[in-house]
């Protein structure tokens, strides 16, 4: 959710699907690689079953706080999660010297992301600490990452620097968000054979709706900032953007951490690195244990260049939108719902391109003041994959 500058008005649109094309191939062809390798590969991690079952022990249990990290983004790996906070660290001091190279700034060029980091890693480690009793008592999968992607960090995005919001926010987080996903999760997306994002997301929204509220009565809160959005913030978004390929690469790595509030290539470059990291060392590992990770990385890819060239004009005029909602959501809930199948592929990335941005957008814009309008892009998230993944089940050709 970084804010660009106004682009340049002549807008080149063939050349821009080209980019997305090419992009979108690359990523394809790097799919078909990986696929290709993975009964070659070596186990040298544990796989994602024997994780689960060690969740009660010290190194799993850090390995699990450390890769809820990457969870949003279907990654779950501990080498993921640590590459990507050094590489948004790494992001963040380049943005205090002004470095060229520093891509789109980290967290909207607000300087809070320390603060913004200790909160959500706060609340993460309290999520697991309070809920964590869930992975064994159900031997499944259960959503303690939420808050790290949702409540803390938005609260300290509206709210400003101090540990009085930093805490604050890590504990609503936690006490709000991860019960409500919970409940969703195994009593309504389990029974119904639903996506676990469904359930996860509702937790996020349904939890800041909550949290904001209460903030705006809590005795020691501050008074909260203008809305820390992608629209406002960026201090040196002044000279128009050319809307170039290269533009077009750079945003759809950048989408790849916009759900954890970071919007940053180089903390991109440090989840995708590290995952795919962790695919060569065990394929069984990331992604669930799925074995699909070349497949759901392939959607991503393709529902972020869509969504980025698709919604070129919107980016233009408002400086963001929200085209990150499908990689996180229905292109990979899509891929994992239908096997992996090249169908599945296209048609999670293209339905999440077309419907997701445009219906977080309008659900951000009719917030309350004061409530970070993140809030959309989860609201989006389930809509969506609630919508397009039992649709398309019932298309030839789709079988879970």
């Known amino acids: 959710m970084t804010k660009l500058a106004p682009a340049e008005p002549r807008l080149r649109p063939a050349t821009l699907w080209a980019a ?12 078909v690689a990986l696929t290709a390798l993975r009964p070659a590969l070596p186990s040298v991690l544990p796989g994602y079953p024997a994780w689960l ?34 590489g948004a660290a790494l992001a963040h001091w380049a943005y205090r010297r002004g470095r060229r190279w520093r891509g789109f700034d980290v967290s909207y060029g607000t300087g809070l992301w320390p603060w913004l980091a200790a909160s959500a890693m ?39 620097r101090g540990w009085a919001v930093t805490l604050t926010g890590a504990l609503l987080g936690a006490a709000l968000t991860t019960p409500v996903a919970l409940v969703v999760v195994n009593f309504v997306c389990n029974p119904l054979g639903l996506p676990g994002v469904v359930g996860t997301t509702t937790g996020m929204w349904a939890g800041a709706l909550i949290a904001f509220a ?39 790595l950048a989408d790849f951490t916009e759900a954890q509030f970071y919007g940053n290539e180089w903390a991109s470059a ?46 233009a005029g408002a400086g963001w939108y929200p085209t ?58 389930t809509v969506c994959t609630a919508v397009i993944v039992p649709a398309l089940s019932v298309l030839p050709g789709f079988h879970g």
Request: proline share 10%; hydrophobic share 55%.
């Open 122 to 160: 706060l609340g993460l480690v309290l999520s697991n600490l309070v809920w964590g009793w869930t992975v064994p008592a159900t031997g499944s999968w259960q959503p303690t990452f939420v808050p790290f992607v949702s409540v803390p960090p938005a609260v300290v995005l509206v709210y400003g």
């Open 214 to 252: 209460l903030c705006r009565v809590l005795p020691w809160m501050p008074a909260p900032l203008t809305v820390a959005t992608p629209e406002t913030d960026t201090p040196d978004a002044k000279a128009p953007v050319r809307q170039g390929p290269a533009w077009v690469a750079r945003r759809v």
């Open 270 to 315: 440090g989840l995708i690195g590290g995952t795919l990291l962790t695919y060569l060392l065990n394929p069984m590992l990331p992604a669930g244990g799925s074995g699909l990770l070349p497949q759901v990385l392939t959607a991503q890819v393709l529902t972020a260049a869509i969504g980025v060239v698709l919604w070129r004009r919107q980016w």
């Open 324 to 381: 990150f909602v499908p990689v996180v959501s229905v292109a990979p809930a899509t891929v994992l719902a239908f096997n992996g199948t090249i169908q599945a592929v296209v048609a999670g990335a293209v339905l999440g391109a077309l419907a997701g941005p445009p219906l977080a957008a309008a659900v951000a814009r009719r917030l309350p003041a004061h409530f970070h309008p993140f809030i959309g892009n989860v609201v989006s998230m």
């Open 53 to 86: 079952a060690g969740y009660g022990h010290p190194g799993p249990f850090l390995r699990w706080v450390i890769g809820d990290t990457t969870e949003a983004e279907y990654f779950k790996t501990a080498i993921a999660g640590a590459a990507m906070l050094l």
């Open 20 to 31: 997305a094309a090419g992009i979108a191939g690359a990523a394809a062809l790097l799919g």
